[in-house]
Each structure stands twice: as C-alpha cells, then as structure tokens.
C-alpha cells in the first residue's frame, strides 16, 4: 500500500498493493492496523456501494452532523471523484481535488470529515464502493452545486455529454451559501 499527498490538507491518494498472476489479481483493499499508522486514526462503521451509469453526477454531499470522512474506490467502471475542502480553518478551505478513479487502476482516495464528495461517471456502468466513519443521517445532509461557479471543479464533462443529477443535486447549494465546519 502507498499514500500520497494532494495539494490539499489531509486528502490522500492510496494506491494498494496488487498481487497478479494466471488467475487474475488479489490485493487488499483495506487494512485497519496500517490505515490507523499510515493515513488517518479512524474507524469505519458503514460500507456502501452503489451502481451508476455513464453521465450521473452524485454530489456534491456531506453531513453537517456526524461528519463522515469516506474511503472510497470503484471496482467496475471509472468515475471522475471529487472531494472539496469545507474546513474554514483548513489552509486548503474551499479547494476542490479530483482523480480518475477506476476498476483498472484500483486506486483509492481518503476524503476526511469536513470534505463534499461526489463523482461523475465516464464509463458506461460503474460500481463505487467506500467505508464511512459515521453512519447515514439524512437529516444533517448537504448538497453542494457540482458546477458552482466560484469553486469551478474541472470536471471531464464535454458539451455534448450528458449530466444526470437527482432532484436533491438539482437543488444543490452554492458553494458561498453552504455551512462549512
Ligand atoms: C448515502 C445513503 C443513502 N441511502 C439511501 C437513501 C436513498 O433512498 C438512496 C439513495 O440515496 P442518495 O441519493 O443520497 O445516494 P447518493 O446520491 O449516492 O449519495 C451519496 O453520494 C455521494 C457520492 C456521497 O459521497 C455520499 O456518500 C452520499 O450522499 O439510498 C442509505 O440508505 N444510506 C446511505 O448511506
């Protein structure tokens, strides 16, 4: 397993150790001893997986109650994963990162508590799969614009491609209109 920064705070790439041989690959995806030592002292109480097709944007969400920081990763398919900085004490406040996140590539980003996340999907179908420091509340649940015009996410999406938001993204929030932490 590798961890790598981003440019910004506390946000890390992980890249796990794949085993190949004639019968595929192995690898472990995660691995809570070294996750404690190596990327952030949490524990994991919730893991999801959901299914999307090709032009679905879920995000941008976050908890403003029970915060839950999510170590996401897909298994089939490839996403565009973006996770923006809602800390107003953080040096990196209001900076959005984003990667490919893919079957193939097997890589995995830590998105902290106190972090929007979302994902557009760039594959046909992809299955994203993640584990969640606290459990769902929907009650505390916000939704931050993908396209807000201050934090102008570079997302890969062209003129011609379709964006498929659910009613609850279509009524995102501002990015300026948002409670941060
Ligand atoms: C998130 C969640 C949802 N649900 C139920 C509630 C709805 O009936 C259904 C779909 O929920 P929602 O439309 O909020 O799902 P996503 O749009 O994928 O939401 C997620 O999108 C981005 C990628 C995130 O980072 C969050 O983890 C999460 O907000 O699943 C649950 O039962 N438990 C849960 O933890």
């Known amino acids: 397993m590798n961890v790598i920064d981003t440019p910004v705070l506390d946000l890390k790439i992980i890249e796990p150790t ?18 404690k030592e ?27 109650q029970q915060t839950q920081g999510k170590l996401v990763h897909v298994v089939q398919g490839t996403v565009y994963d973006v996770a923006i900085d809602m800390r107003q004490s953080s040096s990196t406040f209001g900076q959005w990162f ?10 995995q980003l830590w998105v902290p508590a106190g972090f929007a996340h979302g994902f557009y999907v760039t ?13 769902y509340a929907p009650q505390f649940e916000q939704s931050v614009c993908w396209n807000d015009p201050q934090l102008e996410i570079d997302w890969p999406i062209s ?23």
């Open 38 to 64: 190596h990327v952030a002292d949490v524990t994991f109480v919730q893991d999801n997986h959901s299914k999307s097709s090709r032009g679905i944007l879920r995000g941008m969400h976050y908890q403003t």
């Open 98 to 107: 984003g990667i490919v996140l893919s079957a193939e590539n097997k890589r």
């Open 159 to 181: 003129p011609e491609d379709t964006v498929q938001l659910s009613a609850k993204d279509e009524s995102g929030l501002l990015f300026k209109d948002a409670p941060y932490f």
């Open 123 to 135: 594959s046909d179908t992809a299955e994203f799969v993640y584990k969640c420091t606290d459990y």
């Open 18 to 35: 794949v085993f190949g041989d004639e019968r595929g690959f192995f690898l472990e995806t995660f691995r809570e001893q070294w996750f």
